[in-house]
């Protein structure tokens, strides 16, 4: 393609072609081919795919500054019922100003947007090298960038993350982690419960424990309270007329940065056992409630079979680290100043409600990282998923002047 290639409209209409292929995490092979081969189009160097699926490819800089890396993930959470959708999700129709489907702001529109912005340091090229890197299995975890930091593969100095940011800069989030607590009885027939030990009983005692546990953790002067929710509670076996032996509780707990799985694992774990256990003992009634005789507790991680669309099959951990930049990174400053002067509008420097590949760039790898994209994130994972065109435009014109910004700030 020649430089005249390289416009909104044509980025927008890459796009389009990658919200018709639907991509569930672990199938986003057909979406992985098609970022390549427009890759290779606009005169991206090295494209390629590694071991668990990413996209990669470069734009070769003069060496005078560190790597920049921009990325965004390939796949994207399921439609659900088609009809409920206004627009077709796999359509990616253009309507009343904005591009509509699943996956327009989460995360193949800014997906789009940061390849072409890249591209233009195929024909000039900047003080440093431009890395172009999407990855898979962002939403189940961020198995992608995980390995792709793992291998060392790429080496950025920086990373720019292109999810949804209305157009501000964010500098962090808080992580995920999935744990289960599991009550083991004795499964029975419904009709003799005197024969069971009814794990079902001991429900009331550890809701009422993790209550306790999120009333207690800490919160953060920017990104918030770390919180914990019960989420579901599954029964095994799930047959109605029978007692069930094992009961489970799934927690969605967001962590702070600097939470790590086992560190997790250990506070949840001690929390309970030193609430529930307390009772069962004898020694007086625990915050937690009582526990019934006879029941045993467990708490471990959700775990996942994650296969990925090279063939790759791993039994997954399901964490997402946080991150958070110190207030005075100058990656963050050098990014907001630029889109300052090339939008006229002062951009905020704030967190993620979500969590993002950020988590294993610069929660784990310590890597300066910054979120910059159009998109609204409350649009993300709904049925009216859309990104509004006019200020997709203004951040795709203000992209390769953030590259340049954050390539001087790693140098200076």
């Known amino acids: 393609m020649s430089d005249h290639d390289l416009t909104f409209e044509n980025a927008i209409a890459f796009a389009q072609d990658l919200i018709r292929i639907p991509s569930p995490p672990g199938s986003e092979g057909d979406a992985a081919a098609r970022v390549m081969r427009e890759m290779i189009a606009l005169g991206f160097h090295d494209v390629r795919t590694d071991e668990v699926g990413n996209v990669i490819g470069v734009a070769p800089g003069r060496g005078e500054r560190p790597p920049v890396m921009l990325s965004s993930h390939l796949d994207v959470v399921d439609a659900g019922e088609h009809d409920a959708w206004e627009h077709g999700p796999f359509a990616a129709d253009i309507a009343d100003g904005f591009l509509h489907g699943r996956g327009a702001m989460d995360v193949k529109g800014p997906l789009a947007l940061q390849t072409y912005a890249a591209a233009r340091f195929t024909r000039q090229p900047s003080a440093g090298d431009v890395i172009v890197a999407h990855t898979v299995l962002e ?16 080496r950025p100095g920086a990373v720019i993350i292109g999810e949804a940011t209305s157009g ?38 550890v809701i009422a424990a993790l209550e ?17 929710a019960p989420t579901m509670v599954e029964t095994l076996p799930r047959s109605r007329n029978v007692i069930p032996d094992v009961v489970r509780v799934v927690l969605d707990w967001r962590v702070l940065p600097g939470m790590l799985p086992n560190a997790a694992l250990d506070r949840l774990r001690r929390h309970l056992h030193g609430l529930l256990e307390l009772t069962a003992e004898g020694e007086g009634p ?28 791993d039994e997954r951990r399901l964490f997402t680290p946080g991150f958070l930049l110190d207030a005075a990174d100058a990656v963050a400053h050098a990014a907001a100043r630029s889109i300052t002067v090339s939008t006229g509008r002062a951009p905020q420097l704030r967190p993620w409600t979500f969590a ?20 609204e994130e409350r649009h993300a994972h709904t049925n009216i998923e859309r990104l509004d065109l006019a200020s997709a435009r203004v951040a795709f014109e203000a992209y390769p002047d953030v590259i340049r910004a954050v390539q001087d700030a790693l140098g200076r």
């Open 139 to 154: 939403e189940r975890g961020g198995w992608g960038m995980a390995h792709l930091m793992a291998t060392g593969a790429v």
């Open 168 to 205: 501000d800069v964010c500098i962090g989030h808080r992580g995920r982690a999935e744990l289960i607590i599991e009550l083991r009885g004795v499964a029975g027939h419904a009709s003799a419960p005197d024969r069971a030990r009814n794990p079902l009983l001991g429900l009331p005692a």
């Open 212 to 228: 306790t546990f999120s009333a207690e953790l800490e919160s953060d002067p920017v990104l918030g309270p770390s919180t914990a």
């Open 286 to 313: 625990a915050r937690g409630g009582v526990l019934p005789d006879g029941l045993e507790l467990d708490v471990r991680f959700g775990t996942e079979l994650q296969l990925t669309w090279t063939g790759r099959r």
């Open 356 to 375: 993002t590949d950020g988590g294993h760039t610069c929660g784990v790898h310590g890597i300066p990282t910054i979120g910059f994209a159009p998109g």
